[in-house]
C-alpha cells in the first residue's frame, strides 16, 4: 500500500524532500549565526527570543540559471539569479522567462528584444513547454542568424535547464505557431535544449 | 561555475536529460564478408548512437582512455581523439565536427552514426555499401571488382561507361534490339542500380550478377544503330558507344574513340544530366535580413553575390543553376525548399550575411543542418513536404516505417555531404577572408530543413559591424566572396560526381524502386 503511494506521488514526495532538505539547510544556517551571536554579550541583545527561529519575512527561493549572449563572444552565459519557490513548476518557468526578458544584471548582453512580453507558459504532459511571447519577440528582432540562435536557445536552454520536466520548447508569437524569428532557426516544432552554444569547444 | 566545470555541469545535465529517453532498439547488421555482426542502436535525443566497443569489432579500432574525458581510438595507423560532449573528432593535425557528440554513458562510450560511416570509411575506403534492400552494411572482404556505371546522351550519341577497379576481360553479343556486355571475373556492388534511360537510342540498361561474372544488358535499342565497345585505362573503364546510323554517326568515326574520351573529365556530368546547384540568396522584399549601421540590407549584397555566384558557375563550371530568387521580391522559405526540390537539385547553397548582439562579431561561417531533423516529428514533416518515396501498395504501417528508414538513410547521406560542402566552403572562405573563421555549424535551419539534398547556409560576414559592412559594400570584396564560393563548388561538384557513382547518390529519385525489392 504504501508502495502505491510512493510510487504515484513520486513527483510529490521528491518535490517535499526537495524543500525539507533545502528547509533543513536554511534552519542550519540560521542556527549558526544565531550561535555565532549569542557569543556576543547577551546585553546587547536584549530583545532576542531563543524561541521561533524562522521569521516570516523569510522567504524560501530558488536559484536559476539565466542564459545571457556573452558581451564578446556569440555565445549564451549564465546568470544565477534566485526567485520566489512558488510550487508549481509552470509558474517557476513563467518567473524565469520574466526575468530573461528583464534583461542581465551583469556585463552580459540581453538576447531578446525590447519590450517583448510573456503572454502564457504551459507544460505538456509530454514535457514540452509552449512558451507564447507578444509580437515584438519577432518583429523588433535584429536579425542574422547568431542574434536568432541567441534568442531563441537563451528561452530553450534557460527552459530546460532549469527544470527537469521540461524537455523541449516551443516558442509562440500571439498564441500561434510561428516559422522563425528571423528567417533562419526553424521553430514550427518544439526545440531541445543545445550544449554546443557555449563558444567553441 | 565557469569554463570547463560549467561546461561539464551541462553535458553531465544534458545526458541525465536524454538518459530518460534513451533506449535500444534496433540493431544495425553489419557484414564482413561472412561474418555478420548486429550493433544495437540507441536512441539518444532523436540522434542513432551506436556503442564504441561494438564499432572497434568492425574497424578494428583500439581505444585509450586520455585525461580530459577524452579517449584515444586508433584505426589502422591513425589515432582519433574523441572528447565527451563535443561533436569535434581530432586527429593529427586534422578535425572534422559531426552532428552529434561523442557521448561518455554509464555503459561506456557511444558514438554518433555519422562518425560511424566515417570510422568506416577511413577503415575500409571504398569497401564499404549501405545496403538499403538488405538494411545492412557489408565492409571489407567482399571484392566488387565493378566500380561504377554511368551513362550520358548526346545529340548523336549514347555512351554508357562502366568504371572497374583493375582491367577485366569482356565479351559482348548483339541481338535485335539489345547489347549485352559480359565481364569475366565482374562483381558488381549493390550499389549499381538498374538504371532507366529513355533518350531514344536506348531505353534503359539492365544488370545481373553471375556467379562469376557480371552483365550489363541494353534493351529497348534503336534497329537504326552502330556499337562500339572499347576499353581505356586510368581509370580502368569498358565504354560503350551507340551511333545513330548514317548522319552524324559517319563524321563521328573520323575520331578515334580515344582521344574523345580524354577529352572527357573522369565522370564528367555529360549534356542532359548538368549537376544541378541550387542559390538561395536569403531574404528579399519585405524581409530586408539583417541591416549595416548605415544600412545596407543584407538582402541586397546576398543577392548580388548569388547572382554573380549564377553568372560564373554556369559560364565556367557548365552546371545548371536554380535561384530562389532573382530580384527584390519576397520567397516564403517554405517555397525556397520546394524549388529546390521541384528542380530534383544536387545540392543547395543559402547566402546570407549574419549580424550579431553585440555588433562587433566579425568572421564567417558555414552552418549544415543538425540531426534534429530526424527527429520523429519533423522528420514525418520532411517526409510529407517531400514525397520522395513512392508507396504504392504498401500498407500504411509498414510504408510508415519503410519511409521513415529510407528517409533517415538519406538524411545521414545528406549529412555527411553537406558537412563536407560546408568545410570546403569555409577552407575556400578562409583563403580570401582576413577575419575569423568561426567553422562549421550545425542548426536546425528551416530552408535547409525541407531540402532532398545536400544543403548548406554560408554566413559571408557579419553586416552589422562598421568594418563588415563597408567591406560587403564594395564591389569588389563581393565578387572576391563569390569566386570563393566559386572555388568550393567547382571542388565539390568533383566529389559530388564520384561519391554519386561510390554511394547512393544518384538512386535518390529512385527510392521508389529499392522499395519495390523489399515489398517481393
Excluded at chain 1, 526575468?99 to 507558459?121: F, H, M, N
Amino acid at each position: 500500500m504504501t508502495d502505491k503511494i510512493e510510487r504515484t506521488k513520486d513527483g510529490h514526495l521528491k518535490k517535499s524532500r526537495i524543500k525539507s532538505i533545502v528547509l533543513l539547510i536554511l534552519v542550519g544556517i540560521l542556527s549558526m549565526v544565531l550561535l555565532y551571536q549569542f557569543r556576543k554579550p547577551v546585553s546587547s541583545r536584549p530583545g532576542l527570543q531563543p524561541s521561533g527561529l524562522i521569521p516570516p519575512s523569510l522567504e524560501q527561493k530558488r536559484s536559476v540559471r539565466l542564459f545571457f549572449s556573452s558581451p564578446t563572444e556569440d555565445a549564451l552565459q549564465e546568470e544565477v539569479r534566485e526567485i520566489k519557490l512558488a510550487g508549481a513548476i509552470d509558474q517557476e518557468a513563467r518567473v524565469a522567462v520574466m526575468e530573461l526578458i528583464k534583461g542581465p544584471r551583469s556585463d552580459l548582453l540581453s538576447t531578446l528584444p525590447a519590450g517583448t512580453q510573456l503572454r502564457q507558459l504551459y507544460i505538456d504532459g509530454r514535457g514540452i513547454a509552449y512558451v507564447d511571447f507578444s509580437a515584438e519577440l519577432r518583429d523588433r528582432h535584429p536579425g542574422g542568424s547568431n542574434a536568432e540562435l541567441l534568442a531563441v536557445y537563451s528561452i530553450v536552454d534557460t527552459l530546460a535547464y532549469n527544470f527537469e520536466q521540461i524537455k523541449r520548447v516551443q516558442i509562440l508569437v500571439d498564441g500561434s505557431e510561428i516559422d522563425t524569428l528571423a528567417g533562419h532557426v526553424d521553430l514550427r516544432r518544439p526545440l531541445k535544449p543545445r550544449i554546443d552554444i557555449y563558444g567553441a569547444s | 561555475m565557469r569554463g570547463p566545470d560549467f561546461k561539464k555541469t551541462l553535458i553531465f545535465l544534458f545526458v541525465l536529460l536524454l538518459a530518460s529517453q534513451s533506449s535500444a532498439s534496433e540493431t544495425l547488421q553489419v557484414l564482413m564478408g561472412e561474418k555478420k555482426l548486429g550493433i544495437p542502436l540507441l536512441s539518444i535525443a532523436g540522434c542513432q548512437y551506436l556503442p564504441l566497443d561494438q564499432v572497434n569489432k568492425v574497424t578494428g579500432g583500439r581505444c585509450q582512455n586520455l585525461s580530459g574525458n577524452r579517449i584515444q581510438v586508433l584505426i589502422g595507423s591513425i589515432p582519433f581523439i574523441l572528447k565527451d560532449g563535443s561533436a569535434r573528432v581530432i586527429w593529427g593535425k586534422e578535425g572534422k565536427t559531426f552532428s552529434f557528440p561523442p557521448l561518455f554513458l554509464n555503459s561506456g562510450w557511444a558514438i554518433p552514426f555519422d562518425l560511424f560511416s566515417f570510422f568506416l570509411q577511413r577503415k575500409f575506403g571504398d569497401r564499404v555499401w549501405w545496403d538499403k534492400e538488405g538494411r545492412c552494411v557489408r565492409v571489407g572482404q567482399v571484392d566488387y571488382s565493378i566500380r561504377h556505371l554511368r551513362h550520358g546522351s548526346y545529340t548523336d550519341h549514347t555512351r554508357v561507361v562502366l568504371e572497374l577497379v583493375r582491367p577485366l576481360v569482356y565479351t559482348w553479343r548483339e541481338e535485335k534490339d539489345r547489347v549485352c556486355l559480359r565481364l569475366e571475373r565482374g562483381f558488381l556492388p549493390p550499389t549499381i542500380k538498374e538504371i532507366p534511360v529513355r533518350d531514344g537510342m536506348v531505353t534503359g540498361i539492365k544488370i545481373r550478377q553471375g556467379p562469376d561474372f557480371g552483365e550489363l544488358e541494353l534493351f529497348g535499342l534503336s534497329p537504326n544503330r552502330e556499337v562500339k565497345i572499347f576499353a581505356l585505362k586510368s581509370p580502368d573503364r569498358v565504354v560503350v558507344d551507340l551511333y545513330k546510323r548514317g548522319g552524324e554517326a559517319d563524321k563521328k568515326e573520323l575520331h578515334s574513340p580515344a582521344s574523345e574520351e580524354k577529352g572527357e573529365v573522369p565522370a564528367a556530368a555529360p549534356q542532359g544530366s548538368k549537376v544541378r546547384l541550387v542559390i538561395d540568396p536569403g531574404h528579399g522584399g519585405k524581409d530586408s535580413g539583417a541591416v549595416g549601421p548605415s544600412g545596407l540590407k543584407e538582402k541586397d549584397v546576398v543577392l548580388d553575390i548569388g547572382l554573380r555566384l549564377r553568372d560564373l558557375v554556369e559560364k565556367t563550371l557548365g552546371m545548371e543553376v536554380i535561384m530562389t530568387r532573382t530580384d527584390d521580391t519576397f520567397i516564403p522559405l517554405r517555397d525556397r525548399a520546394t524549388i529546390a526540390n521541384t528542380a530534383k537539385g544536387d545540392f543547395f547553397v543559402s547566402i546570407h550575411a549574419n549580424a550579431s548582439l553585440h555588433g562587433r562579431a566579425e568572421g564567417f561561417e558555414t552552418f549544415f543542418l543538425s540531426h534534429e531533423a530526424s527527429d520523429s516529428e519533423a522528420r514525418e514533416s520532411a517526409i510529407r513536404e517531400n514525397e520522395v518515396i513512392d508507396l504504392e501498395g504498401l500498407n500504411r504501417r509498414s510504408a510508415e516505417n519503410l519511409k521513415i528508414i529510407l528517409w533517415d538513410m538519406a538524411q545521414n547521406e545528406y549529412i555527411n555531404q553537406s558537412s563536407r560542402l560546408a568545410e570546403i566552403i569555409q577552407n575556400e572562405l578562409d583563403k580570401i577572408q582576413k577575419v575569423e573563421n568561426r567553422g562549421i555549424k550545425t542548426a536546425p535551419f528551416y530552408v535547409l530543413m525541407g531540402a532532398a539534398m545536400p544543403a548548406v547556409l554560408v554566413e559571408v560576414a557579419f553586416i552589422n559591424n562598421p568594418e563588415g559592412e563597408r567591406s560587403l559594400s564594395a564591389e569588389a570584396y563581393r565578387q572576391s566572396l563569390c569566386e570563393a564560393l566559386f572555388q568550393a563548388i567547382s571542388e565539390f561538384k568533383g566529389y559530388f560526381e564520384k561519391e554519386m557513382g561510390m554511394l547512393d547518390g544518384q538512386d535518390r529519385a529512385d527510392q521508389g524502386r529499392a522499395l519495390e525489392k523489399v515489398k517481393n
